[in-house]
C-alpha cells in the first residue's frame, strides 16, 4: 500500500481523477468524509491510499486557501469571468457578485467582455466600469463559435497574460452560458478541444456545453472551463458576513475609514466618503447599486456559517 499526494482535477458522480507527478489516478473518496460532511471538490489538494490491487482512495482532503461554490472549485488563483456584450445581455449585479467573492476569497477576478463587435458601446461601457473598478480586463470582438473573425491581436493581449500568471497557479474561466468561454480556450489552447454551443434564439440564452469542471494542464499551471452559473444566492449560500462585503469591493478601498461616522454602512449615511465618490463618480453608481442590494441580503442573513476546512 503506497500513499501519495497529488490534486483533484475532475469529479463526476463520486468518482475522481487526481493528478500526481504528470500521472493520472482513477480514484473515489473515503466514506468518512460524507459524515464529516465535506464533498472533494476539483482543485483540492489530497492524499490518495494506493492499494496492492491498484485501486485508489482519497484519504485526507489538505486545509483549503478557498472555496467556490458556483463554479464548485477549491485552492484557485484566479477566476476569468467571462461576460458578453449582448446575446446574452450582462448582468452586472452577477458579475460584481462573483468579483465580490473572489476579492473576498484572495482569488485574482479578471474580465474578459466577448461579442464587443456585436454592442460595442456596451462593452466598452462594461469594460471601463471593471478597469476603474481596479480589475484587470480583456475585451473580444468577432469570437464565433469556431473562433473565427476573432481578433488576433486581442486574443493574443490575453494569451500573453495567461502566459505571465499561469505558472504554478490554478485558474478558471466562468460565465453565464453561451457567451464563449469554450470557444475562447479553444483559441487559447487548441489542444482542449472543448465543445462549443450556439444561443437559444427564442430566450436568448446559451446552451449548456460544459457539464462539469475540470483541470487542464496549461502554460505551467491548471486551467478550468466551468459550467454556466446562474443565480448566486447569497442568502443561501455561506460566501461572507456583512462586515467582510465593503472590503470585497477593491474601488471602495481608498474611502474605507473617512467616513464622518464609525461604523458607516456606506448605504446613504450623511458624511460617507464611499457615498461621496459615487456621486462625484469615482465610483461607478453600478457598483454601489450591487453593495446595496448585497447589504441588505447579508443583513438579513442570521444563519451564517463557516464552510469546512478553511
Known sequence: ??????????????????????????ARARGVFRHEQISPE?????????????????????????LLIRPP?????LLFITAAAAKPA???STLDKLSAICVHSS???????????????????????YRRSGFPVFTLRGLGEDGGGADEREVESLRAFLKEQMPGKTAAFAG???IGKSTLLNLLFPALALKTGGISEKIERGKHTTRHVELFEADGGLLADTPGFGMLDFMRFDFMR???LADAF?????????????????????????????ADGKIEHSRHESYVELYHILKEKKDWKKPARF
Open 176 to 178: 453565464a452560458s453561451g
Open 1 to 26: 500500500m503506497d500513499r501519495i499526494n497529488g490534486k483533484i482535477v475532475k469529479g463526476v458522480g463520486g468518482k475522481y481523477t487526481v493528478l500526481s507527478d504528470g500521472k493520472r489516478y482513477a
Open 73 to 77: 472549485m477549491a485552492n484557485l488563483d
Open 90 to 92: 450582462p448582468v452586472l
Open 107 to 129: 482569488i485574482l477576478p479578471v474580465f474578459v467582455i466577448t461579442k464587443c463587435d456585436l454592442d460595442p458601446e456596451c462593452g466598452n461601457r462594461i469594460a471601463d466600469i
Open 250 to 278: 477593491p474601488d471602495f478601498a481608498p474611502y474605507l475609514g473617512k467616513c464622518r461616522y464609525t461604523g458607516c454602512t456606506h448605504l446613504c449615511e450623511d458624511g460617507c466618503a464611499v457615498c461621496a465618490a459615487v
Open 242 to 244: 456583512v462586515g467582510d
Open 42 to 66: 476539483v482543485g483540492d489538494d489530497v492524499t490518495l491510499r494506493i492499494e496492492a490491487n491498484g485501486d485508489a482512495y482519497i484519504e485526507d482532503i489538505a486545509e483549503r486557501k478557498n
